[in-house]
């Protein structure tokens, strides 16, 4: 059986991505196992720090108490790149990786995201400033999915994993519905994104897919070159959507990834 280590984007629990989870299982042939800490940055024995060094070390240590195996480890966003982190610094974890859509600030524009994490400027070019503003309580009658339906950043989002989010991610507290991923943990990690990936090239010797969104704002082509040049082992494709393409078509990431797995026997 092959175990697939997944690690979700910032503020998305992993339970989020159920719908994905449940192509993933359809497409790939050999029986699967997937493992999914719920939700990174939240245990105070892994606090955040820059480079988000500790949320390494966190997946790191869910694979060695839950895995029995060579995973592959999946991630997203910034699920994607505390995977990679992890895969360098503990290769013999891996079996493989696939990287969908993670902010990759290399060459020139990490040196400039550099700049601004020193200067404190990293809500001006980060969804930092928005999360601290989101709505995070909802009274009991109210339609949370219907909320956020209408919400930007879920308008392209496949239906059911709009659902997925809302059942993770949300607690009813006395009488209101609230929002469980902490608001200043995200933030925290939007705003700690690491700008040493240069330092890691060359030690992430599985084989790695680096998928990216047709219509991504975050993995851009300047970014996406120096990274791919740096790690050999590491294909790139594409997936229709924008930055959150694993929730806007779960179904065509499904289907892209199984064929890398698969071809990995």
Not at 170 to 183: A, K, P, S
Request: charged letters at 15%; one cysteine or more; hydrophobic letters at 40%.
């Amino acid at each position: 059986m092959t175990t697939i280590n997944f690690a979700h984007a910032n503020g998305f629990p992993a339970p989020s991505y159920q719908t994905f989870f449940s192509a993933l299982n359809e497409h790939i042939t050999s029986p699967i196992n997937i493992i999914a800490k719920h939700q990174y940055a939240h245990d105070p024995q892994y606090p955040i720090v820059n480079n988000w060094e500790h949320q390494v070390s966190e997946l790191i240590d869910y694979i060695k108490l839950t895995a029995s195996e060579p995973v592959i480890g999946i991630g997203h966003s910034f699920g994607a790149v505390i995977t990679y982190l992890a895969a360098c610094r503990e290769p013999e974890l891996f079996k493989a990786v696939v990287l969908c859509d993670p902010p990759l600030m290399t060459g020139i524009g990490g040196s400039m995201f550099e700049g601004l994490k020193i200067f404190g400027l990293m809500d001006h070019v980060t969804p930092a400033k928005r999360t601290k503003q989101r709505k995070q309580r909802w009274d009991l009658g109210e339609d949370i999915s219907q909320y956020f339906s209408h919400k930007s950043l879920f308008k392209n989002f496949d239906p059911q994993c709009i659902q997925d989010y809302v059942a993770s991610a949300t607690q009813i507290v006395g009488d209101v519905q609230q929002l469980t991923y902490n608001v200043d943990v995200e933030v925290g990690i939007f705003r700690t994104i690491p700008t040493n990936l240069h330092k890691y090239y060359g030690q992430c010797k599985v084989p790695g897919l680096l998928l990216t969104g047709t219509h991504t704002n975050v993995t851009l082509p300047v970014f996406v070159k120096p990274f791919i040049k740096g790690n050999p082992s590491i294909e790139q494709a594409t997936v229709s959507g924008g930055h959150l393409f694993v929730f806007e078509e779960p179904e065509l990431t499904a289907v892209q990834i199984s064929e890398f797995i698969q071809r990995l026997d």
